[in-house]
Structure formats: structure tokens, C-alpha cells
């Protein structure tokens, strides 16, 4: 994933393309730690893309403005990942070594990262696939679970790291989960597992939907809304 900048009036801001095949339109989304990214549907081209957020500088210099200072900090390597659907922590020791890549060896709930810990996109990655392995263990499991109490049938199940979404679910009734669902109490990722079960059979977020939804979580805008506070404490 490769970030690119905005001029701004005084700065260079930066963003990141996500690749969309749902995505109709360029749209540009500041989430509220400070993280642009811009969202392009397939079959648009990158100089279509970068043109398109050169237009909305104003936009963004108004929105930037709206976020608390607080919000906005610059990310510094973790010293745990807490995996509250797991019940884990998993402290982290780093040692910087001259190298390309970074190896990450574990023993009882400790990661040790060796190599270029100080690329923050290289770090993110390597630990990411240590959570999604994690993660398709233990969410395959689990999203089964749910289809068979609630009487629901996907097709295929894919684990990744998205940053702006917790789950998606295709047409062809295939799956996408994001692995920093570990990060989550089990009841907030019961919540997303059914909403993305739900599109199995509503793909949309009509009355119906919500109706299928509280068939299965009655606390699902309790859910809802403490699923919009969690990413902020996301390390990653």
C-alpha cells in the first residue's frame, strides 16, 4: 500500500489509494486519528485519482481543523497488542538490525521483531500477518458458528487488514474480514460477523437489514456504536 501527499496551504499532507470494486465514485475519507485515504473504483486511473484529490485541498484544511489535537498523533511502535477477543497480551521487544525485512519470533505471549523495526509500513506488515494467521484460526470458527445458529450460508471466508472497514460481504456471498477484529471484545465481533452474515441476504442497509440484524443481536446499536469508538484504540 503506497502513500502519496496533498498540497495543503501551508503542509503535504498524507494519503493512501484503497482500491474499491463496490466503490461507484472517487471519494476521499479522514478518519479521526488523522488518516486520509482516498477510495477508487476499478477502472479509474491513478492520474484520474491524484487530479481528483488535488481538487478537495479546501476541503480537507476544513475537516483537518475539526479534529481534536489529541487525535492526531504520530504512530510509534506498540509495546503490546492487546487481543481482548483472545484474552491475550502479547508484549513486544524490538532490535533494530541493519536489514530489509524484519523476522518475528515469539514464545508465551511475547513478540521479538529483529531487523528494520523503524519502517513503520514493514513493522505493520509483519505484524499483521502474525494477526491474520491468528485470526483466520480462530474467526473461520466462529463466523461458522454464528451462520449455523442463525440459519445463514456464505460461500468463502478471507481474512485481511483493512483500514477503513471491519468486514465486507460480496454478492457471490463471499466474506472479508478484518484481522484487528482480535482487538475487540467477543460481542463486538459477534456484531460484525452477523452484520456481514445479514448481507448474505439483504446487500443493503435497508429496514429489512436492520430487522434481520436485531433478530440475531438485540444490543446491535449498542454494538454499533462502540464499534465506531474501538478503531481509535487499534494500534495498528
Known amino acids: 500500500m503506497v502513500d502519496y501527499q496533498i498540497q495543503l496551504s501551508d503542509q503535504r499532507y498524507p494519503y493512501t489509494l484503497v482500491k474499491s470494486k463496490r466503490a461507484r465514485y472517487l471519494r476521499l475519507k479522514l478518519a479521526q486519528t488523522g488518516e486520509l485515504s482516498l477510495v477508487v473504483p476499478n477502472g479509474v486511473s491513478l492520474a484520474k485519482a491524484h487530479a481528483f484529490i488535488a481538487t478537495q485541498a479546501a476541503w480537507l484544511e476544513n475537516k483537518l481543523q475539526t479534529l481534536s489535537p489529541e487525535a492526531i498523533k504520530p504512530w510509534t511502535k506498540p509495546e503490546a497488542l492487546d487481543l481482548a477477543y483472545l484474552e491475550e497480551r502479547w508484549t513486544i521487544q524490538y532490535f533494530p538490525q541493519a536489514s530489509g525485512s524484519i523476522i518475528l519470533r515469539t514464545s508465551v505471549e511475547q513478540l521479538e521483531c529483529y531487523g528494520n523495526v523503524d519502517d513503520t509500513e514493514l513493522l505493520k506488515k509483519t505484524l499483521g500477518r502474525w494477526l491474520k494467521a491468528k485470526a483466520e484460526k480462530v474467526l473461520s470458527l466462529r463466523l461458522k458458528w454464528l451462520a449455523e445458529q442463525h440459519g445463514f450460508h456464505y460461500q468463502r471466508l478471507t481474512i485481511r487488514g483493512q483500514k477503513t472497514r471491519w468486514g465486507s460481504c460480496s454478492s457471490k456471498k463471499n466474506i472479508n474480514l478484518n484481522y484487528k477484529?482480535?482487538?475487540?471484545?467477543?460481542?463486538?465481533?459477534?456484531?460484525?460477523?452477523?452484520?456481514?452474515?445479514?448481507?448474505?441476504?439483504?446487500?443493503?442497509?435497508?429496514?429489512?437489514?436492520?430487522?434481520?440484524?436485531?433478530?440475531?443481536?438485540?444490543?446491535?446499536?449498542?454494538?454499533?456504536?462502540?464499534?465506531?469508538?474501538?478503531?481509535?484504540s487499534i494500534p495498528l
Open 181 to 232: 477484529l482480535l482487538f475487540l471484545d467477543q460481542a463486538l465481533v459477534d456484531y460484525v460477523l452477523i452484520h456481514e452474515l445479514c448481507h448474505t441476504i439483504e446487500m443493503n442497509h435497508s429496514s429489512r437489514f436492520w430487522a434481520l440484524v436485531a433478530d440475531c443481536d438485540v444490543n446491535y446499536k449498542a454494538h454499533d456504536k462502540l464499534l465506531n469508538q474501538a478503531s481509535r
